[in-house]
Nanobody
Framework: VQLVESGGGLVQPGGSLRLSCAASTTIGDINVMAWYRQAPGKQRELVATINSSGGTYYTTSVKGRFTISRDNAKNTVHLQMNSLEPEDTAVYYC?????????WGQGTQVTVSS
């Protein structure tokens, strides 16, 4: 199973991006889909999660600005990012947890700069 992220890029402060993550094959029994990010010189951090019932979690710094969503039929997860700040600059990774299996994408770069 491969997870492929897309949608990253360069955006000015205050702008928006929509990240998407798609699985190469159908993944059964998905429990949680999530987005993480890793900024240069920092540890990877959890940004947002969405469970099989649609329940969501957001780290404090992105609450009210980011929205995570999923399409169960297509095994995809999205991250809508609004009001982007320079501090959001990082490589963003998607993760899928299915039973005891953890799958990671390769990452997509998001750069917020004027």
């Amino acid at each position: 199973v491969q997870l492929v992220e897309s949608g990253g890029g360069l955006v000015q402060p205050g702008g928006s991006l929509r990240l998407s993550c798609a699985a190469s094959t159908t993944i059964g029994d998905i429990n949680v889909m999530a987005w993480y990010r890793q900024a240069p010189g920092k540890q990877r951090e959890l940004v947002a999660t969405i469970n099989s019932s649609g329940g969501t979690y957001y780290t404090t710094s992105v609450k009210g600005r980011f929205t995570i969503s999923r399409d169960n039929a297509k095994n995809t997860v999205h991250l809508q990012m609004n009001s982007l700040e320079p501090e959001d600059t990082a490589v963003y990774y998607c993760k899928v947890v299915a039973r005891t299996m953890h799958y990671w994408g390769q990452g997509t770069q998001v750069t917020v700069s004027s």
